[in-house]
């Protein structure tokens, strides 16, 4: 389905009752964020919300994309697997065997279909031009702050323009932009994105790069702009193909690029690669943590077009879930059929759970025909565009429910032998991966759980007696998760203080010695106190704080037992640590906001009172900053 524009997808969303407006007073800065914070996080993503009152002249939609239901709505799709089933329906029409030239002439509506999706220029003004404001000013846009610690405020859902100077080829790529005065942004695109080698293209040329970004209009542009296209395809192909329509473009009014003539806004401008970089950041992330300041390119602003009645469309993101995890979903669900046409015709399904921020866990299953194949699908999923970032990669049976915690979690006690089936390597990783000690590269870890052929031994454990061992050891063990156990999973979740615990690999082996531990399989050690009971926030802490290498230990005790595991997932922000860089604190919200926001609720017309979520996190922030302060 193609949406006319942004109203046309808000009208849309309310019709499914998936959209709450709030008429009072909401200020973007930290106050849209909280309430939009509570509402991410309610079961399946809550509603959209539309901020009408903004101390501007446009009103702020969040958290449209934040749920199932919604992206599919913005997509036009029953399900996310409707998408893939195309894709595959379209290739098998182009690539299948031809035994005769009518088969051949078959293709013909089908390459059609391809031409009909192609995005095309107009040579009218578009209705995103139909404001004009030469003397640009980037504070008539509802911009937010979204949390404490950011270095300002950040436009979270801009579509960014460029073209390669030397071929042409157009990229749509999606970087957050730090406010720095009325004419200036930051352009935060990371050195494995294409935004950045266009940058690096034209700085070899010596010449300013134009960029025009674009905010709003049908939402499918915003996912495409979202997408792990492969290199030197065009983002508004993939859009003209999700909303089987084609995107018309229209040109910019101050620098040589195209738009789509329906979206809300278009800051036009130009990069300089010859000017010194600008200091950016920090910003709460979608990693649940904070990307720490560091020097990027300035964005030089032109010009602002925008619609009469438009919409300034925004973002939030933190501590999953919230609204990116939906669009990830998306994403996982469309590109599954892309990588089994092109490289795995074998894969079953594969799966990024929401704790792992889209990089950190991968979850695969595939058709196993020969010895081997397993590690065969690990070096092509590390090789595949973005997955190249993955950092914990685990290959399941075919009977295995990816989305079923348990099942895995069993096949991983029951079927891997730690000294057999762990592989550790290195690579790139996310540049936003605070835990390698070397940016942007580090540690991987696979697991093969596929190897069913022989079953480790089942251990008896007493779960009174695990429970008072812990409890002797209170001047270490600040709390204990003993839920998996309580379910026949053999892993143990602590939470220790390293005032007291100075190494925690030595002190894991030390409690694996003791006699009530003795058959147990796996230990995860994390330095958050009482969230630990929460076993979703856990993944989400302990697979962020890991660099495998360092932080996986394979055990062997010789005590008759197979060899444990043992997991470090504290902070190594510690002195004992040594770490170099600088550890980023857990985004939260202020106690002030929160109190603020408690306070105005009633006023916001949403329904009963929702929890802050930096409730339970706000004991994870160490210090008064963006970066973790602890002593030891």
Same mark, same amino acid.
């Given at each position: 389905?193609?949406?006319?524009?942004?109203?046309?997808?808000?009208?849309?969303?309310?019709?499914?009752?998936?959209?709450?407006?709030?008429?009072?007073?909401?200020?973007?800065?930290?106050?849209?964020?909280?309430?939009?914070?509570?509402?991410?996080?309610?079961?399946?993503?809550?509603?959209?919300?539309?901020?009408?009152?903004?101390?501007?002249?446009?009103?702020?939609?969040?958290?449209?994309?934040?749920?199932?239901?919604?992206?599919?709505?913005?997509?036009?799709?029953s399900g996310l697997d409707d998408v893939g089933s195309d894709i595959n329906k379209l290739f098998a029409e182009l690539a299948g065997p031809k035994t005769n030239i009518w088969e051949k002439l078959g293709t013909i509506p089908t390459l059609?279909?391809?031409?009909?999706?192609?995005?095309?220029?107009?040579?009218?003004?578009?209705?995103?031009?139909?404001?004009?404001?030469?003397?640009?000013? !980037?504070? %008539?846009?509802? #911009?937010?702050?979204?949390? &404490? +610690?950011? $270095?300002? =405020?950040? !436009?979270? %859902?801009?579509? #960014?323009?460029?073209?390669? &100077? +030397?071929? $042409?080829? =157009?990229?749509?790529?999606?970087?957050?932009?730090?406010?720095?005065? &009325?004419?200036?942004?930051?352009?935060?695109?990371?050195?494995?994105?294409?935004?950045?080698?266009?940058?690096?293209?034209?700085?070899?040329?010596?010449?300013?790069?134009?960029?025009?970004?674009?905010?709003?209009?049908?939402?499918?542009?915003?996912?495409?702009?979202?997408?792990?296209?492969?290199?030197?395809?065009?983002?508004?192909?993939?859009?003209?193909?999700?909303?089987?329509?084609?995107?018309?473009?229209?040109?910019?009014?101050?620098?040589?690029?195209?738009?789509?003539?329906?979206?809300?806004?278009?800051?036009?401008?130009?990069?300089?690669?010859?000017?010194?970089?600008?200091?950016?950041?920090?910003?709460?992330?979608?990693?649940?943590?904070?990307?720490?300041?560091?020097?990027?390119?300035?964005?030089?602003?032109?010009?602002?077009?925008?619609?009469?009645?438009?919409?300034?469309?925004?973002?939030?993101?933190?501590?999953?879930?919230?609204?990116?995890?939906?669009?990830?979903?998306?994403?996982?669900?469309?590109?599954?059929?892309?990588?089994?046409?092109?490289?795995?015709p074998e894969l079953e399904d594969l799966a990024l759970p929401v704790e792992g921020t889209a990089h950190n866990i991968a979850l695969v299953k595939f058709r196993d025909y020969y010895p081997g194949q397993a590690y065969k699908i690990m070096?092509?999923?590390?090789?595949?565009?973005?997955?190249?970032?993955?950092?914990?990669?685990?290959?399941?049976?075919?009977?295995?429910?990816?989305?079923?915690?348990?099942?895995?979690?069993?096949?991983?006690?029951?079927?891997?032998?730690?000294?057999?089936?762990?592989?550790?390597?290195?690579?790139?990783?996310?540049?936003?991966?605070?835990?390698?000690?070397?940016?942007?590269?580090?540690?991987?870890?696979?697991?093969?759980?596929?190897?069913?052929?022989?079953?480790?031994?089942?251990?008896?454990?007493?779960?009174?007696?695990?429970?008072?061992?812990?409890?002797?050891?209170?001047?270490?063990?600040?709390?204990?998760?003993?839920?998996?156990?309580?379910?026949?999973?053999?892993?143990?979740?602590?939470?220790?203080?390293?005032?007291?615990?100075?190494?925690?690999?030595?002190?894991?082996?030390?409690?694996?010695?003791?006699?009530?531990?003795?058959?147990?399989?796996?230990?995860?050690?994390?330095?958050?106190?009482?969230?630990?009971?929460?076993?979703?926030?856990?993944?989400?802490?302990?697979?962020?704080?890991?660099?495998?290498?360092?932080?996986?230990?394979?055990?062997?005790?010789?005590?008759?037992?197979?060899?444990?595991?043992?997991?470090?997932?504290?902070?190594?922000?510690?002195?004992?640590?040594?770490?170099?860089?600088?550890?980023?604190?857990?985004?939260?919200?202020?106690?002030?906001?929160?109190?603020?926001?408690?306070?105005?609720?009633?006023?916001?017309?949403?329904?009963?009172?929702?929890?802050?979520?930096?409730?339970?996190?706000?004991?994870?922030?160490?210090?008064?900053?963006?970066?973790?302060?602890?002593?030891?």
């Amino acid at each position: 389905m193609a949406y006319k524009s942004l109203h046309h997808f808000i009208n849309k969303l309310e019709e499914q009752n998936e959209l709450i407006r709030i008429s009072a007073f909401v200020d973007p800065v930290l106050e849209i964020a909280e309430i939009t914070d509570r509402m991410s996080k309610q079961p399946n993503g809550g509603k959209a919300l539309l901020f009408e009152n903004t101390g501007t002249s446009f009103p702020v939609l969040t958290n449209a994309l934040g749920s199932i239901n919604r992206i599919c709505l913005a997509l036009g799709v029953s399900g996310l697997d409707d998408v893939g089933s195309d894709i595959n329906k379209l290739f098998a029409e182009l690539a299948g065997p031809k035994t005769n030239i009518w088969e051949k002439l078959g293709t013909i509506p089908t390459l059609g279909k391809l031409s009909a999706w192609l995005p095309a220029q107009i040579s009218s003004r578009g209705a995103c031009q139909e404001v004009v404001h030469a003397e640009p000013n !980037i504070n %008539l846009l509802p #911009v937010m702050q979204c949390w &404490p +610690f950011d $270095g300002g =405020r950040f !436009i979270t %859902l801009p579509m #960014v323009n460029t073209k390669d &100077p +030397f071929t $042409g080829i =157009r990229n749509v790529g999606m970087y957050r932009m730090q406010v720095f005065d &009325p004419k200036h942004t930051g352009m935060h695109w990371h050195q494995h994105k294409v935004g950045a080698r266009h940058f690096e293209a034209y700085k070899k040329l010596g010449k300013r790069m134009p960029v025009a970004v674009a905010l709003g209009g049908d939402p499918v542009y915003t996912y495409a702009a979202t997408a792990p296209m492969p290199d030197n395809m065009d983002e508004y192909l993939l859009a003209g193909f999700l909303r089987k329509k084609k995107v018309k473009l229209v040109k910019c009014l101050t620098v040589d690029l195209e738009v789509p003539e329906d979206v809300d806004f278009v800051l036009e401008g130009f990069v300089d690669p010859t000017e010194e970089l600008a200091w950016e950041g920090p910003f709460g992330d979608h990693t649940g943590f904070y990307s720490l300041a560091d020097w990027y390119p300035r964005f030089h602003l032109t010009c602002i077009t925008h619609r009469r009645d438009a919409v300034y469309p925004a973002t939030l993101v933190g501590v999953p879930p919230m609204e990116d995890a939906y669009i990830a979903k998306a994403t996982e669900r469309i590109f599954l059929q892309p990588l089994r046409i092109t490289m795995l015709p074998e894969l079953e399904d594969l799966a990024l759970p929401v704790e792992g921020t889209a990089h950190n866990i991968a979850l695969v299953k595939f058709r196993d025909y020969y010895p081997g194949q397993a590690y065969k699908i690990m070096n092509a999923i590390w090789g595949a565009g973005q997955m190249m970032f993955n950092k914990l990669l685990v290959a399941l049976p075919k009977d295995i429910d990816l989305t079923n915690a348990d099942q895995i979690l069993h096949s991983l006690v029951n079927f891997v032998d730690p000294e057999r089936d762990l592989m550790f390597g290195k690579g790139p990783l996310d540049i936003l991966d605070h835990a390698t000690p070397t940016q942007a590269f580090g540690s991987k870890l696979f697991i093969d759980a596929t190897n069913q052929t022989v079953v480790m031994p089942h251990l008896q454990i007493s779960i009174n007696d695990v429970k008072e061992l812990l409890e002797r050891e209170t001047s270490r063990v600040k709390n204990f998760n003993l839920n998996l156990l309580n379910r026949g999973i053999s892993i143990l979740i602590i939470s220790v203080d390293k005032q007291a615990v100075t190494n925690v690999k030595s002190y894991m082996q030390q409690l694996f010695r003791c006699q009530e531990l003795a058959g147990l399989r796996a230990m995860v050690a994390v330095d958050m106190g009482d969230a630990v009971t929460d076993l979703s926030m856990l993944t989400w802490f302990a697979s962020s704080n890991i660099d495998p290498i360092r932080d996986v230990f394979i055990l062997n005790l010789n005590d008759g037992y197979p060899a444990r595991v043992g997991v470090d997932g504290t902070r190594k922000a510690y002195p004992q640590d040594n770490f170099k860089r600088e550890w980023p604190n857990v985004v939260a919200m202020s106690r002030e906001v929160v109190d603020h926001v408690n306070k105005q609720w009633e006023k916001y017309g949403i329904g009963g009172m929702v929890e802050s979520p930096s409730k339970q996190l706000l004991p994870l922030v160490a210090g008064e900053g963006p970066v973790v302060k602890l002593n030891s």
